[in-house]
């Protein structure tokens, strides 16, 4: 079954810091873009981060840069969003997208063109 599953979220006050992961099953993601994504309640999703096949280049959104960083181990087939200095902006469902690319140096924050999606895992920032 081919399938992205991520995992890490959870409950952290203002301030804290979370690592989500993004692990792929049935596929390697040697040759896909990888980018985070988040859909905060009554809001739409929204491009978080991305990176390149070869880890050679990353994206931010604005509102984590500086926060946030991405990263992939792909002995380990998992892609790793560290958040630090979290806000209770923050809070959200995070999604994992993986996209074929033919450049090893590409990655995009839009939503079209995925090949595949996790179901998400929630960030809650409350104290």
């Known amino acids: 079954q081919l399938q992205l599953v991520e995992s890490g979220g959870g409950l952290v006050q203002p301030g804290g810091s979370l690592r989500l992961s993004c692990a792929a099953s049935?596929?390697?993601?040697?040759?896909?873009?990888i980018g985070w994504f988040r859909q905060a309640p009554g809001k739409e999703r929204e491009g978080v981060s991305c990176?390149?096949?070869?880890?050679?280049?990353?994206n931010y959104a604005d509102s984590v840069k500086g926060r946030f960083t991405i990263s992939r181990d792909n002995a380990k087939n998992t892609v790793y969003l560290q958040m630090n200095s979290l806000k209770p902006e923050d809070t959200a469902v995070y999604y994992c997208?993986?996209?074929?690319?033919?450049?090893?140096?590409?990655?995009?924050?839009?939503?079209?063109?995925?090949?595949?999606w996790g179901k998400g895992t929630l960030v809650t920032v409350s104290s």
């Open positions: 990176i390149s096949s070869s880890g050679g280049r990353t």
């Open positions: 997208a993986a996209q074929t690319t033919i450049s090893d140096y590409v990655c995009s924050l839009r939503m079209d063109g995925k090949d595949y």
């Open positions: 049935g596929f390697t993601l040697d040759y896909s873009a």
